[in-house]
């Protein structure tokens, strides 16, 4: 069975940087697209990065473009997202996913899911 544990969030002020983690479990994942979302407060759950685990294609957010990076470690089957420069709009629960295929940007077409990680900016 997939599962996937999220690390790495926490309360940083803004202009800071953090780095999320995603332990990933249960398969092999070379055929797998991961995928970073985020939802804040009273609005939907949204894209953020994206990463084809085989070939390392990455795909961003307009908004996060720039100022995150997803990368992966084939070793520890660990996805990560560094993220640097953060804004107080980039306060929102961070969660990771996986989906058999290419990348998606609709949360609907990834199949496993983290249990999210809070990420806090201050202004």
């Known amino acids: 069975q997939v599962q996937l544990v999220e690390s790495g969030g926490g309360l940083v002020q803004a202009g800071d940087s953090l780095r999320l983690s995603c332990a990933a479990s249960?398969?092999?994942?070379?055929?797998?697209?991961m995928g970073w979302f985020r939802q804040a407060p009273g609005k939907e759950r949204e894209f953020v990065a994206a990463i084809n685990w085989g070939v390392g294609s990455t795909y961003y957010a307009d908004s996060v473009k720039g100022r995150f990076t997803i990368s992966r470690d084939n070793v520890k089957n660990t996805v990560y997202l560094q993220m640097n420069s953060l804004k107080p709009e980039d306060t929102a629960i961070y969660y990771c996913?996986?989906?058999?295929?290419?990348?998606?940007?609709?949360?609907?077409?990834?199949?496993?899911w983290g249990q999210g990680t809070q990420v806090t900016v201050s202004s």
């Open positions: 249960g398969r092999t994942f070379n055929s797998d697209a």
């Open positions: 996913a996986v989906r058999r295929g290419t990348y998606s940007r609709s949360p609907d077409r990834f199949s496993y």
